[in-house]
């Protein structure tokens, strides 16, 4: 999985071509996925029966406030240094 997101960033970073970086950009994910999911797995296997819903929902919002930071960030080193994607 790590070397599925390694495979992707660099080709994210070599393409010319959307329907390239589309394809990168998938390979990335994947790999991405792979790690949620092996986490989840993890919490689930140690967690206890009382704590569990409590502990994969705390998962899931650090992971939805990382994504929103994330967001935030690239917009505002656009917005307010003229940064680009490219």
Known sequence: S???MAIGCF???VVTSFTEIYWCTAIRAGGSSVLWIYSSLLLQKFC???ML???LSV???LATLAESISAFGGGFLQDDFGMSAE
């Open 48 to 50: 206890s029966e009382e």
């Open 53 to 55: 819903g409590r502990v």
């Open 2 to 4: 790590y070397l599925l």
């Open 11 to 13: 080709g994210m970073s």
């Open 59 to 61: 998962d899931y919002a």
